[in-house]
């Protein structure tokens, strides 16, 4: 032929991707966690939480609220009477780990309070009532717990008098309010250093705040979309949320943080009605959005150009999950290339179901190309410097030596006072009046409880007295040895 073959600027342009051929496996029965009464709280959170050694769950209980913590060697079937964390007065509704310090967690309930507790060495031998700590400042129950991710000691809750406070953990106090929210906050993420922090509300609002300040930076009025879930995308300048459109199907949005006013793009999922959860890997940056009651992880490539979006596949499972927890990337296994592990929740089976998302990679040597550095196990910054205005990017670690290195952080509870809480001028732990039966019936539970504790207490002093009365009375009666 003549004529040579110029470059066939029709033919659609192919995109290479290390991760087109990621496949998600789910683990063998014997290695998932079974007979776990997984509660049916209908609340709109996982559930889980899960760190290089401890699975989390919280659970179905009879009065108060309760989770379960599980080494994670510990699985096959959990007996029935396994000792569980039992301190709060009302229904747990988030737990979190603490990603420098992995034996504390937090917790959150219905009774109003965020609890600190300590897990021992080897997980529960008994029943654990008694936390570390135990935070009050929310007037009604508290739905969300998230740790700060580059400062140690610091904890964020959202409660449903529609603040967020910010907990200084060494001193056990909130040092901060942010009171921008007109409705219950449903959803808190932070970018890679915490400098700024994302939330969804159920007044529709997608708000961008200075965590510190409490300013809201940006604002979007989402009508075409109603947001539910909000997560960062590292370092991209993006955040993505899930929602749902105003013909009610599933859909997702991406956007500019410093530009709410119009989303870059918007693109429907399915039909479909549970929540959609999104979970952000800023290693690979991949995309996995988890439908809550059906079985299915759909991923995606997520890049700074147009299309922003690459649908990559679809993980499908036939049991509906009820949340998922993640694991942190220390406690990936590198040598199967595995990049992200779920813990699904399949509550009509009473199961913990691990997921691993694997990139199918011939050799047996570390694969250096799909495990960047990523953020590690210790703060960049102490309480005290990020409140005096100090952002600081995450210390990373490698994970080409495997997971050995174990924390030397340890928490030291601070030893508190009984005080007024005040937080931008106001008393936090003023008797605030009940607003529902539900809580006036829980104050009172709880005062009937305080009055019985007390008793007890008096009655045991009133023996000892006794007791040592009596002692008294015999050292003076018995003969003097001389």
Same mark, same amino acid.
């Given at each position: 032929m003549g004529k040579s073959c110029g470059r066939m600027s029709w033919r659609p342009q192919y995109r290479s991707s290390k991760f087109r051929n990621v496949y998600g496996k789910v683990a063998n029965r014997e290695h998932c966690f079974d007979g776990i009464p997984i509660t049916k709280n209908v609340h709109d959170n996982h559930f889980c939480a899960v760190n290089a050694r401890f699975l989390a769950i919280v659970t179905e209980s009879a009065g108060g609220g309760s989770f379960l913590v599980i080494p994670l060697e510990q699985t096959g079937r959990i007996e029935p009477n396994y000792p569980k964390v039992c301190g709060h007065q009302g229904n747990v509704l988030d737990i979190k780990w603490n990603p420098f310090i992995d034996n504390i967690i937090a917790s959150c309930s219905e009774d109003t309070s965020v609890r600190i507790w300590e897990i021992p060495e080897g997980g529960l031998k008994r029943n654990m009532t008694e936390a570390l700590l135990e935070l009050h400042g929310h007037s009604r129950r508290v739905g969300l717990v998230e740790w700060h991710p580059t400062t140690n000691n610091i904890l964020f809750s959202a409660g449903y008098d529609y603040k967020v406070l910010i907990w200084n953990l060494d001193v056990g106090e909130p040092v901060k309010m942010i009171d921008c929210h007109s409705d219950v906050i449903l959803c808190m993420s932070f970018n890679t250093d915490g400098s700024l922090l994302t939330t969804t509300c159920k007044d529709k609002k997608l708000r961008v705040i200075e965590p510190r300040s409490g300013r809201v930076l940006q604002e979007a009025n989402c009508k075409n979309h109603r947001v539910n879930r909000v997560v960062f995308l590292g370092n991209m300048k993006r955040l993505l949320t899930t929602g749902v459109s105003r013909w009610n199907t599933r859909q997702i949005a991406l956007w500019d943080q410093e530009d709410l006013s119009m989303p870059?793009?918007?693109?429907?999922?399915?039909?479909?009605?549970?929540?959609?959860?999104?979970?952000?890997?800023?290693?690979?940056?991949?995309?996995?959005?988890?439908?809550?009651?059906?079985?299915?992880?759909?991923?995606?490539?997520?890049?700074?150009?147009?299309?922003?979006?690459?649908?990559?596949?679809?993980?499908?499972?036939?049991?509906?999950?009820?949340?998922?927890?993640?694991?942190?990337?220390?406690?990936?296994?590198?040598?199967?290339?595995?990049?992200?592990?779920?813990?699904?929740?399949?509550?009509?089976?009473?199961?913990?179901?691990?997921?691993?998302?694997?990139? %199918?990679?011939?050799?047996?040597?570390?694969?250096?190309?799909?495990?960047?550095?990523?953020?590690?196990?210790?703060?960049?910054?102490?309480?005290?410097?990020?409140?005096?205005?100090?952002?600081?990017?995450?210390?990373?670690?490698?994970?080409?030596?495997?997971?050995?290195?174990?924390?030397?952080?340890?928490?030291?509870?601070?030893?508190?006072?009984?005080?007024?809480?005040?937080?931008?001028?106001?008393?936090?732990?003023?008797?605030?009046? %009940?607003?529902?039966e539900n809580e006036l019936l829980r104050m009172f539970f709880r005062q009937q409880d305080e009055i019985r504790r007390l008793k007890e207490e008096l009655a045991q002093k009133d023996i000892r007295i006794r007791q040592l009365q009596l002692e008294l009375k015999n050292l003076r009666n018995s003969p003097k040895n001389c």
């Open positions: 870059l793009i918007e693109e429907e999922i399915d039909g479909l009605s549970g929540l959609l959860f999104p979970f952000y890997d800023a290693d690979t940056h991949m995309l996995y959005l988890a439908g809550k009651g059906d079985g299915n992880i759909r991923y995606y490539e997520i890049s700074t150009e147009k299309p922003y979006l690459s649908y990559l596949m679809e993980f499908r499972s036939p049991a509906p999950q009820k949340g998922l927890g993640v694991m942190p990337k220390h406690g990936l296994d590198v040598s199967a290339c595995e990049v992200f592990r779920f813990y699904k929740l399949v509550t009509l089976k009473g199961l913990i179901e691990p997921i691993s998302m694997i990139v %199918p990679r011939r050799s047996d040597s570390y694969q250096e190309d799909i495990y960047p550095m990523t953020p590690g196990t210790e703060p960049a910054l102490t309480p005290d410097e990020w409140l005096g205005g100090i952002n600081r990017d995450p210390v990373l670690m490698s994970l080409k030596e495997g997971y050995k290195k174990s924390p030397k952080m340890v928490f030291k509870a601070p030893i508190k006072e009984k005080k007024s809480v005040v937080v931008n001028g106001i008393d936090l732990l003023e008797n605030v009046p %009940p607003r529902t």
